[in-house]
């Protein structure tokens, strides 16, 4: 489910009328499931029936990092087994991550180096889980706050699991701290202003997105393709268009995220701000 598709308009439309109309844990609640209901769409859409083992894969590693964090908690003062815990917890998710986006990727530079290859993983096809690199690092940031002492007690299964699953930062980040997000998630806060602000934003995010990336895209794809029928100038011009392009993808996706964010209350740090003057991957991604 794209924030550009008009199912998605249709569903957050729904989802906000009824959220706004609940409170406490049943607006909670609601949020979690609709956040469920989003990435499930994903699988859904691409794969039928058969596409919801991801959301399965996904909610199966967060209640697994939630089991190690509460353990952490439990182990006190016991700095050797928090330290122990913490290496378990992102071991487990680096592994997660590593198996479905660099399996692909190893096989084939095996494959061309002329390595033997078993038939079974030559032929085996790694599906890439939406989101699985940012809900990855936001899981393994979770558990080095509590690990540091930034985090000093427990928020609860259901709050950590909306802080995971929160959708309006799947697709394209930001990486949420619990200090950007835990305290907004009981008081949840909206007014004309703030309304009109995330509209905004949405409304900004749409035409980066889908008047300036994707054209853009189209455009420079056949110069891509086939860059030796094309001379030196069109290539600048399709590296400078790309860099552009890139950047209104992933600036407007953030956006429409902030925005729809706002619209529920809540507030999510600005991630894309000038990225191409970053000094580090930390000012990058605002972590």
């Known amino acids: 489910m794209l924030f550009n598709s008009i199912l998605f308009f249709v569903f957050f439309s729904v989802l906000y009328l009824a959220y706004w109309k609940l409170s406490g844990r049943a607006r909670q609640h609601t949020l979690i499931i609709a956040s469920v209901v989003f990435y499930s769409a994903w699988g859904l859409e691409g794969e039928g029936w058969w596409g919801l083992r991801w959301t399965a894969h996904f909610l199966f590693m967060v209640v697994l990092n939630y089991v190690f964090v509460v353990a952490m908690f439990r182990a006190g003062a016991d700095t050797g087994r928090k330290k122990l815990l913490l290496a378990v917890i992102v071991l487990i ?7 479905f986006k660099y399996f692909d990727f190893i096989r084939r530079i095996l494959v061309d180096m002329g390595v033997a290859v078993p038939d079974a993983a030559e032929d085996f096809q790694v599906f890439l889980p939406l989101a699985i690199s940012f809900y990855s690092f936001q899981l393994i940031a979770y558990a080095v706050d509590v690990y540091r002492g930034v985090i000093d007690e427990d928020h609860g299964f259901r ?4 802080f995971i699953l929160f959708f309006p930062q799947l697709i394209a980040g930001p ?53 030796q ?6 290539l600048l011009l399709a590296g400078a268009g790309f860099s552009l ?22 507030e999510i740090p600005e991630n894309f701000k000038a990225p191409y003057f970053s000094r580090s991957g930390r000012e990058l991604w605002g972590l």
């Open 175 to 227: 990486i949420m701290r619990s200090t950007d997000f835990m305290w907004q998630i009981d008081n949840p806060r909206i007014n004309r202003r703030r309304m009109y602000d995330g509209l905004w934003l949405i409304l900004g995010g749409l035409v980066k997105k889908v008047l300036l990336a994707d054209p853009m895209g189209f455009m420079i794809a056949p110069i891509f393709r086939e860059p």
């Open 93 to 99: 998710d680096l592994s997660n991550l590593g198996v």
């Open 159 to 162: 709050r950590y699991f909306l």
């Open 229 to 234: 029928t094309y001379d030196a100038w069109t």
């Open 245 to 266: 392009q890139v950047y209104c993808d992933f600036s407007g996706y953030t956006d429409i995220a902030r925005g729809t964010a706002r619209l529920l209350g809540f």
